[in-house]
């Protein structure tokens, strides 16, 4: 027989949840609280510049408001003064280069849009009654289009979009509102004061309050992209042929470091953009030839995909046998590094910006070592194994005789930079290694004697 229940029996479940739920509410607000405090420290620690851009934010609107607050400049604008808030929220952006390019480009279409909306008040008005309307309709319909046509132009996309859809909003609002307010001229004149006044706000406060130069993030970006590569490759030799446990462990860091190298397109194309807009300042001069930094990134991206494919061989199903690729360990070894080496110096001497060329005779070392492995190739190695298990070895070589190419562009793109942009010349003096200040690196053979790896320290004289 079935236990018959209450209705209060069967709806104590549901309080009873409910009332545990209240109970546990204000420790999960706590919680979260205590959470986005601990993202907000995080966020504020990894770049400091973002709450001086805040405080620079507040400061702005606030010296901007002071038009609504006191009559006589209140007076002097009316509501048109708020045009000036408006101005300083869009335009005031983190760099300065963003900031000079949005308000420039602001002021400028603002102007210009202006003064042909209030022409075509003008001369549509000359017309009669009846036909000012249909003719403003026609002058917004053409600019409308041709405007936004031209927006699709490359390099009218890169550096004007913004100034162009600017333009398309004032003319309209200029050349519309005339129709129902003949006040067109001052109501123009006072829209582009505003708007001047509140773009030179912003560059003021974003250029001499602790200023952030995009074209500094720039130029350590592709360096810092360059040093990832150089980490992965120091590491990829100890990691596919598996030297030690330890080793493996202190490598994972870096075998992961070169995946943001993959999808830095688009920031530094949008950091070269915007650092085109930059005035001059520090090593950094006017017109500096950013558009080389593209190429540089290009051609380590490139580097980067080769790199991926390389990375795919450390975890693959497939292996060749230890023994196998213990055969091709000290060329593939010696290979690896050298072009680590050489991105490593070239990454030094560019974050610098020196001139020099101490990274060829890294790319010259691993050339020798590519010459070793391509003759260790051809010999009877094929025949001792079977073909299947020597394809990933195989293709694990060409990879990295493939890098040698990539890097050896890198550098030729790096020395037309350092030309193009005056970097500072030094002397690169090469001497004999030290036992002293440099440990010894040495790979074992499978006669298990050691050969000790040639070392060479530069000493750059500025």
């Known amino acids: ?76 604008f009316g509501d048109s003064a708020m045009w000036a ?27 210009v849009a202006g003064a042909l909306g209030v022409g075509a008040h003008r001369l549509a008005t000359l017309s009669g009654r009846q036909r000012e309307p249909i003719l403003l309709a026609t002058f917004v319909f053409i600019i409308a289009v041709v405007t936004t046509f031209i927006r699709f132009f490359p390099k009218v996309k890169a550096r004007y979009d913004y100034g162009m859809m600017i333009f398309i909003l004032t003319f309209c609002l200029v050349s519309v509102s005339g129709y129902r307010d003949d006040q067109v001229l001052e109501m123009a004149r006072d829209r582009f004061s505003t708007i001047l006044i509140g773009s030179c706000a912003s560059l003021i406060v974003c250029i001499c309050i602790f200023p952030v130069w995009i074209g500094e993030d720039l130029h350590k970006s592709v360096a810092a992209n360059m040093g990832k590569l150089a980490n992965f490759l120091e590491a990829f030799g100890d990691e596919y042929f598996k030297v030690s446990e330890e080793s493996n462990e202190n490598n994972k860091s870096y075998l992961q470091g070169y995946r943001s190298v993959l999808t830095s397109k688009s920031s530094e194309e949008t950091m070269a953009n915007f650092a085109r807009w930059e005035l001059g300042h520090g090593p950094f001069g006017y017109r500096h030839p950013w558009k080389m930094y593209l190429k540089v990134g290009n051609l380590t991206r490139d580097c980067a995909y080769k790199v991926e494919a390389l ?32 991105l490593k110096e070239m990454a030094s001497t560019f974050r610098k910006m020196l001139r020099t060329r101490s990274a060829v005779m890294h790319i010259e070392n691993s050339k020798k070592a590519a010459e070793e492995l391509k003759n260790l190739l051809k010999t009877s190695l094929w025949e001792e194994s079977d073909l299947v298990e020597m394809i990933p070895a195989a293709s694990v070589a060409s990879l990295l005789l493939e890098i040698i ?27 004999p290694e030290q036992p002293d200040s440099i440990q010894q690196e040495t790979i074992q053979h499978d006669s298990n004697t050691a050969m000790p790896v040639p070392h060479c320290v530069i000493v750059v004289s500025e």
């Not at 919680?31 to 851009?53: C, N, S, Y």
């Not at 213990?326 to 050489?342: D, F, H, N, T, Y």
Request: glycine fraction near 6%; include cysteine.
């Open 405 to 431: 190419g990539c890097i050896e562009k890198i550098s030729e793109a790096v020395n037309e930079l350092g030309e193009a942009a005056s970097f500072r010349k030094s002397n690169a003096t090469v001497l």
């Open 1 to 76: 027989m079935e236990a018959v229940t209450s209705p209060q029996q069967e709806s104590s479940g549901p309080i009873t949840r409910g009332c545990q739920w209240l109970k546990s509410l204000p420790n999960k607000f706590c919680d979260k609280t205590m959470e986005i405090a601990r993202k907000t420290k995080k966020l504020g620690q990894d770049d400091p510049r973002r709450i001086v851009h805040a405080l620079k934010v507040g400061l702005a609107i606030t010296l901007v408001s002071l038009f609504y607050y006191f009559e006589p400049l209140y007076d002097g």
């Open 85 to 111: 808030v408006l101005t300083v929220v869009i335009v005031l952006e983190f760099s300065v280069g963003a900031t000079l390019g949005k308000g420039l480009n602001r002021m400028l279409a603002t102007l």
């Open 311 to 342: 990375n795919s061989y450390l975890n693959s199903k497939i292996q060749t046998p230890a023994e196998i690729r213990g055969k091709i360990q000290v060329p593939c070894k010696r290979v690896s590094l050298e072009c680590s080496r050489a």
